[in-house]
């Protein structure tokens, strides 16, 4: 389980897609104090397990689909990314429920400054969108972020300076694409409710009973 709160940016010293022997070679420093064979490092939001490492790189195999349903297939050489260690259990939870396992991919397709902050907005599809909040929270290539505004078929967050300088999203253009990683709770509730009243399951009268309404 990862937070979103991003440790540090690497770069992909090397990414090899050939069938079955896909990896990806990244360069770090934190994330690589403690590491061993078997760990979980998110990469832009994807949840990745070292199988090397050596120095200050340590490799990862990909899989197809991973490749295919996340933004690490158009990574190359030199490319920044977001990393975050699984969370440790005497580590601070500053972010929000983050697995790993991405929804999907959206677009960027507005940056505007504010002040000291700036704004990003982000169209996705339908499956994502259902489960996008206003004030609710969403990881976008692995960042906790908060989801300031909502419309039919995109979000918006603001974010500070320091997740600009701490990130790869500062160094995103219009048309780039994004990981993104909905809020579990939401997915997990949307189970609950839709489960049929001869299974007992959690239905919207029982949380009104309960007070949740």
Known sequence: MFTGIVE????????????NNSYIRIQAEKVLSDVHIGDSIAVNGVCLTVTRHDGNIFQADVMNETLNRSSLGSLKRGSKVNLERAMSAEGRFGGHIVSGHIDGTGTITNIKNDGIAVWYTVSAKPEIMRYTVEKGSIAI????LTVARVSENSF???????????????LKKIGDIV???????AKYVEKLVNIPQKKKGVTLELLAEKGFM
């Open 156 to 170: 918006s967050v603001s974010i500070i300076p320091h997740t600009a300088e701490k990130t790869v999203l500062s």
């Open 8 to 19: 540090e940016m690497g770069m992909v010293s090397e990414i090899t897609r050939n069938g």
């Open 179 to 185: 990981n993104l990683e909905n809020d579990i709770i």
């Open 141 to 144: 290539d692995g960042i906790s």
